[in-house]
């Protein structure tokens, strides 16, 4: 397996611009997961699907933020407008989902500054 | 937030054991102890859990004590490749979310 795609890789964005994160998980896990990480909050949980449902946005920083999954195999973090401080590698990650499901894979992250 | 305490950075010498503490008090009964790493640029990555028991695999060990509010991280011969930072985390089985605290920057000293 490929394990959890994210594109783009690296994104550089003028304020004010929508700025739209995908990713792919992989192949049978029912578990989303979108985080943020910078340097000053650390690794922060956004918000995370199962089955397709948002279960818990609850970290999602405010409405500018919106995560959808229509299907098993995608989902994206759209950012609208953007802003200098949303600047942070997002990253998504994936699992079975579920009692027994102790691992998370995450992808390689989506690096995006906002100018 | 985070139910975990642990020592920010930490030393090790290249080819030494790696042990690396994590202090979690307050962990309750269907809790497990989770570690993950992240290497720099990179994902986190799954190292290993454990309930109570201490637990082995191909990349370190976990020793949980009796009590269940401490345990270590044991890469048994580090290599330079086992920079990164490491996160101690507590999580329900059932709860698929996982809140990663500010975990422990390792430096294998060559």
């Known amino acids: 397996d490929a394990g959890v795609i994210q594109s783009p890789r690296h994104e550089v964005t003028e304020m004010g611009q929508e700025v739209t994160l995908r990713c792919k998980p992989i192949s049978g896990h029912n578990s989303l997961f979108w985080y943020r990480q910078t340097m000053m909050r650390g690794l922060e949980l956004l918000i995370y699907f199962n089955n397709n449902v948002p279960i818990d946005d609850s970290g999602m920083p405010e409405d500018r933020f919106s995560a959808k999954m229509p299907n098993a195999s995608f989902s994206t973090l759209k950012i609208q407008p953007s802003e200098p401080r949303d600047s942070a590698v997002y990253f998504c990650?994936?699992?079975?989902?579920?009692?027994?499901?102790?691992?998370?894979?995450f992808g390689p992250g989506t690096r995006l500054t906002v100018t | 937030d985070a139910k975990t305490t642990q020592p920010p950075s930490m030393d090790c010498a290249e080819g030494r054991a790696a042990n690396l503490p994590c202090n979690h008090s307050?962990?309750?009964?269907?809790?497990?102890v989770y570690w993950y790493r992240q290497i720099h640029s990179q994902g986190p990555q799954y190292i290993i859990h454990?309930?109570?028991n201490n637990e082995t695999n191909e990349m370190a060990s976990l020793i949980i004590t009796e009590d269940r509010k401490s345990s270590t991280l044991i890469l048994p011969h580090a290599t330079l490749r086992d920079t990164a930072v490491y996160y101690c985390i507590v999580r329900e089985d059932r709860d698929d979310k996982i809140i990663f605290g500010k975990g422990t920057r390792l430096h294998i000293l060559p």
């Open positions: 454990g309930l109570k």
């Open positions: 307050t962990i309750s009964g269907n809790e497990y």
């Open positions: 990650a994936s699992s079975l989902g579920g009692e027994g499901s102790y691992e998370q894979y």
